[in-house]
């Protein structure tokens, strides 16, 4: 008899994969497409505002909205800290070489991000940011964020959690997007969660034990 | 989105532009443009290329369809970026559970490439270290082949061993070839008389001259290219359907 063992969330991304191919062609932008099909977008434009943050998360978020305007979508940057790593840079030029626009602040008043786009992707913090100790303007965002009413989608980890520990009083996003294995404090995630980036060598599934579920077909990403 | 709509909405009937074959030198224009203005990393592009390339597989070959008892695949790669692409195809085959096989017989020591070889050693992706001549054991042994050996770039005329002995192979199998980019051994902008006879063709973010008439399943792969560059090259990429990284032509 075969037990499908539960699916075991880690307790930090501790593998470090490295390497300009895994982060460059994280395949969990496919999803955003999931979560939020075009048609199904409130705005007249396909708008989405995407936070990057100064370290690999944020390197996600500027890959991510690549794909997303090759999709067709209309994705805006807010990348208030930009890494020194040249591997950051290039992604950074990436995005501009296609138009996609950069915001050079983030509205405070909330309504204006309510109003100009559909969806904010939280591409800020991963699994091995210092949540206890944010420094700005990362504590402004997330305050901002708290207040919004269109959807947010977390990349990895909610920005501003534990990554142990569901949070009481930090951001609530609808979509969470865990890459490669889901964290902790996602145990009890209510919202829409997806498990992205099927490409991870099985002796480290089994290693850690992480009982990934069966990927349909050819899909990169699953919804849990 | 609605580029339909849109052209339709438009009173006047528009003509689509017919997609554009390209030339050995603006093949190489590109992927340069890429790399320097546009800050694509190298490991970054093939990972795009490889992955759409072992997409197109599923798709011409899906597992169902495969006559054999296990899905095996050989994966025939070169010492340069074409094999390069093959690795990382071989290696997303084995996420979509075919069991592939790599032969490799020449590795570049560029550090990429051995990053990619060992990323397949460590995937449990067996490696041959010579292919029979005799034809049959291929036959009897996988469901196709993946020519990942010679890309744009590569100078067809003046081909070194190991890889003419392997064209010569590659000519008297029974089972399929899937081509990378460009069928190994042909003109990158002349279709071949004599050379290897693919059955699914891979063309790599634009079809290449040689590729007009190909008489296969042709397929088109790798949904990454800069709008700024599909114009400069007036390349008409034709659209991808929903959030596919690849077509059929």
């Known amino acids: 008899m075969d037990f499908v063992e539960e699916l075991r969330p880690t307790s ?18 496919y999803d955003n497409p999931k979560a939020f099909p ?15 943050g100064p370290d690999q998360n944020g390197s996600i978020g500027l890959v991510c909205a690549r794909h997303l305007r090759m999709y ?14 040249s591997l950051h840079q290039d992604f950074t030029v990436q995005c501009e070489k296609m138009d996609i ?23 800020m913090m991963g699994p091995d940011a210092d949540c206890a100790n944010l420094r700005e303007p990362y504590p402004g965002i997330l305050v901002t964020l708290k207040q919004i009413k269109i959807p947010i989608a977390s990349v990895d980890v909610p920005s501003g959690w534990d990554v142990e ?25 209510s919202g829409k969660h997806f ?11 089994k290693k850690y034990d992480l009982n990934l579920p069966d990927y349909p077909g050819t899909d990169c990403l699953i919804e849990l």
Do not use: M, W
Not at 102 to 121: F, G, K, M, R, W
């Open 12 to 29: 930090s991304c501790s593998t470090n994969f490295g390497g300009q191919g895994s982060t460059a062609h994280q395949p969990f932008l």
């Open 38 to 52: 075009l048609s199904s977008l409130a705005k007249k434009q396909p708008t989405v505002l995407v936070i990057c």
């Open 72 to 85: 067709e979508y209309e994705p805006t940057i807010y990348h208030p800290q930009r890494s020194s790593q």
């Open 101 to 123: 626009p950069s915001l050079s602040y983030l509205p405070t008043e909330v309504q204006l991000i309510n109003d100009a786009y559909n969806l904010v992707i939280d591409a």
């Open 165 to 189: 520990e569901p949070s009481q009083d930090g951001i609530n996003p609808e979509v969470l997007i865990s890459l490669t294995a889901p964290k902790k404090c996602a145990i009890s995630f």
């Open 195 to 205: 498990l992205a980036g099927r490409f991870l060598p099985y002796d480290i599934q």
